[in-house]
């Protein structure tokens, strides 16, 4: 992301290599996730809580689409093709890259104190009234401040903060708690939860947040700048008389 650096200096990397790696490695393996995701939710577009759910089991919620099972009650007259084979190990496989690169995004972060220094709010920003005016701004399409272009607001740095410290670990967290092995090696990684259709439940729910996240991400990029912030994310920096 950004450094105090590259705001006195327009012409100077916006991006570190590292960040922009793990960054592309994530966006990559969040498609996966996405499709995969996807695939293995029309298996069985029914959620429970607790801990054993099925289709004879009375749906905490369902999603109105047809299942890829025949044996699974949606209203529906006919079935959708099974890909639920290959759409688990695909997304078993992306699951590991995004926890792997996480972490270490997670410990350069730490290391290089990128955090602090970048997406930390600034100290006379952490008030409502910050919060307020960001949204103000933005619902009235009125004009970004003049350092935006290299630097996060506080709405923005609260966001992937978030999603960094937040949604993240519980997307994993809900993850491994469908795992029959990791939650019978570490009982309490789903017993926390309420069982392993709540895990899945949960999941649903956090995956859907990530990706109203990543929808609202996009549609700032290309509201503040697309070719501008693509070129940050690519090439770490821009021309100078776009920076």
Do not use: C
């Not at 499709?35 to 939710?41: A, D, M, P, R």
């Not at 930390?120 to 920003?125: N, S, T, V």
């Amino acid at each position: 992301m950004l450094d105090a650096a590259s705001l006195g200096n327009p012409g100077s990397p916006r991006h570190s290599a590292f960040v922009r790696v793990t960054h592309w490695i994530t966006v990559l393996s969040f498609a996966a996730l996405l499709v995969s995701g996807v695939e293995i939710l029309i298996s069985h577009p029914r959620f429970y809580w607790g801990e054993t759910g099925n289709a004879l089991t009375p749906p905490l919620f369902r999603i109105p689409i047809p299942a890829s099972r025949g044996t699974v009650p949606t209203g529906y007259g006919y079935v959708l093709p099974d890909q639920n084979g290959w759409s688990r190990y695909l997304h078993f496989q992306s699951a590991w890259a995004v926890v792997l690169t996480g972490l270490g995004y997670l410990l350069y972060g730490l290391w290089t104190r990128h955090f602090r220094k970048n997406l930390l709010p600034a100290a006379e920003d952490r008030s409502l009234r910050a919060y307020v005016d960001i949204i103000a701004m933005h619902l009235r399409r009125g004009p970004a401040a003049e350092d935006d272009g290299r630097s996060y607001n506080v709405l923005q740095r609260t966001a992937y903060l978030s999603v960094i410290f937040v949604l993240f670990p519980l997307v994993i967290w809900t993850g491994l708690a469908m795992s029959p092995a990791f939650n019978s090696a570490v009982p309490a990684t789903v017993n926390l939860l309420g069982g392993r259709q709540s895990a899945r439940t949960l999941h649903f729910f956090v995956s859907v947040l990530l990706l109203t996240f990543l929808l609202v991400h996009v549609a700032m990029v290309a509201l503040t700048g697309f070719r501008s912030r693509m070129g940050a994310m690519i090439t770490g920096s821009v021309p100078k008389e776009q920076a």
